[in-house]
Nanobody, 115 residues
Framework: VRLVESGGGLVQPGDSLRLTCAASGFTFSNYHMSWYRQVPGKQRQLVARITTSGSSTDYADSVKGRFTISRDNGKNTVSLQMNNLTREDTAVYYC?????????WGQGTQVTVSS
């Protein structure tokens, strides 16, 4: 099983980034998928999640209206479009399988929002 995140980087406040997670080694379309983030010294936080078909999504209050999760079951990818980024969005972002309890994790990608 492999989950590989990409798309992180250093951006300025107000900018956008798109994270993508490529999955392999399991039947991707059978799994709900999630994005989490973690800041050093703090617990990992659920950011967004999406059902197997993509018909339902859920977001943390702090990102509602700014972030959009989507998936492509034909390409085994899940993405997180992040708009109007703020310094508080700075974190390592992780892709994970599952809705309420993650089973598989990616290695994470750093997102830094700074002027």
């Amino acid at each position: 099983v492999r989950l590989v995140e990409s798309g992180g980087g250093l951006v300025q406040p107000g900018d956008s980034l798109r994270l993508t997670c490529a999955a392999s080694g399991f039947t991707f379309s059978n799994y709900h998928m999630s994005w989490y983030r973690q800041v050093p010294g703090k617990q990992r936080q659920l950011v967004a999640r999406i059902t197997t078909s993509g018909s339902s999504t859920d977001y943390a209050d702090s990102v509602k209206g700014r972030f959009t999760i989507s998936r492509d079951n034909g390409k085994n990818t899940v993405s997180l479009q992040m708009n109007n980024l703020t310094r508080e969005d700075t974190a390592v972002y992780y892709c994970a399988s599952g809705w309420s309890r993650a089973q598989y994790w990616g290695q994470g990608t750093q997102v830094t929002v700074s002027s």
